[in-house]
């Protein structure tokens, strides 16, 4: 220690005494110079931080202060398990600057039963009142409650200060009714809860609400009572309310009887096959139940058959396939094999399936099957103009009133297809994968499509795009004379040598 101090010391002693005292003090002010920099710097950040999160907050708080809602109209209709939504504002822009977008709020309740949301404005008078679509998307505001989810309508063109604009939208839920009891028997009747406020939540001021609730059937076991609430025939009625401030939420649960069948597809796997000879084949895979009330005791088939209306109401034993038109080879099977209790109805602008489980499905029970189609590839094939070619089909399941909780549609392409994307309407997952069939040598594309929570409503058509040299055509009939031909000179060849050992 001591040596290692004396070289220290000695090399120091080197250089000339003002020679270390620069250095000494350069050092210490660089270090002092680059830790004032350094806190000026995350100083500044931090108040830019600050200045850009108030600006957007006061932007967001000034945007909601500037509209108001003059009048609002909401029916919820509980006639089926799907429960749709349908809410008619009048709002206003009461402030200076134009607005050229209206937020919808929905409580945490419903963020997750949430399926679809459609807005449309109305232009015109009654006579000649017409609808123009508008484009809602998610959002988020900063000065939001805890789990509030909102969406964003985009306005056609601003709202200048003091104008006017009625918008309609529609909004579904799934799962939404919660059955009252869980379990029931054979003979009892399914009775549901449906939750919900009397107000509107909204991040606006309402001057006038009303909401009318529409139930399956006349018989409701109780509802919750605020003035004024009005209950005549199969409807429901909440309000009118005046001058409501901005979040206003009042609770309200309505107990009511609903036998409508819960049908909902847990899982549903379409696979759409192109084969560019001609032919479109469509395989679906259905993993069903019902998501009613369980049933509880022993199931009677004799009591079923009887009355099946009264012994056995919240059951369901028939459910009806929409098709395109020109539909053939059509199959309905399950692991057991095929099932003959199917009707099909086709005429040239649509076809109709309709199928029946192998027996009736109560609260709880399951069914899996298998529904396979083909299809000509004329009418769903095309060529874009810059050389492309494209499927049109449609997206969602064609199952009348059922939910899909995951639905997968898998487009497997020729085998040589390149490039392929989707245009779908609504926001999907998308993937690749490779799938090989008969003959193939490199396999097919797959492109695979995903989305939760699906309701008839998502029926529209989807397009997917990919590129496809015809050489590929003859890759499988060339593949098969080779084969033939090679067969067929071994043969040859095989009559041909002499092998025996003779001479």
Known sequence: MTISNSIHVSSMSLLP??????????????????MARSTAMKAAGLILALLIFTFFSLAASSSNNQIQILNAERRIDLSSHIVKVFLTLKVENVGTSPASEIFLAFPPSHADQLALVKAQAAIGKKKKKSYVHLDVNPTQLPDAPNGTKYFSISLLNPLSSGETATLEVLYILTHSLEPFPAEISQLESQLVYFRDSALILSPYHIKQQTTFIKTPSTKVESFTRLEPTKFAGRELKYGPYEDRPPYSFSPVIVHLENNSPFAVVEELLREVEISHWGNLQITEHYKLVHAGARHKGVFSRVDYQSRASVKGASSFKHLLASLPPRVHSVYYRDEIGNISSSHLRTD?????????????????????????????????????PDGKRYL?????????????????????????????????????????????????????????????NVVPEHITPFQVYYTFKPIFMLAEPLMLASVYFLFFMACVAYLQIDISIRK
């Open 17 to 34: 005494s003002p020679c270390r005292k620069n250095t000494q003090s350069r050092g210490l002010g660089s270090f002092q110079d680059y």
């Open 392 to 452: 049109n089909f449609s997206f969602g399941c064609p199952l009348a009133q059922t939910v899909v909780n995951k639905l997968t549609i898998k487009v497997v392409l020729p085998e040589g297809s390149k490039d392929p994307s989707a245009a779908v309407p609504y926001p999907v997952e998308q993937r690749l994968e490779t799938k090989y069939s008969y003959l193939d040598v490199v396999g097919r594309t797959v492109l695979v499509l995903e989305k939760k």
């Open 348 to 384: 040239y602008r649509k076809s109709e399936l309709e199928i029946e489980p192998r027996y009736p499905l109560f609260g709880g029970w399951k069914a899996t099957f298998v529904i396979g189609y083909g299809l000509p590839l004329e009418d769903f094939l095309f060529e874009s």
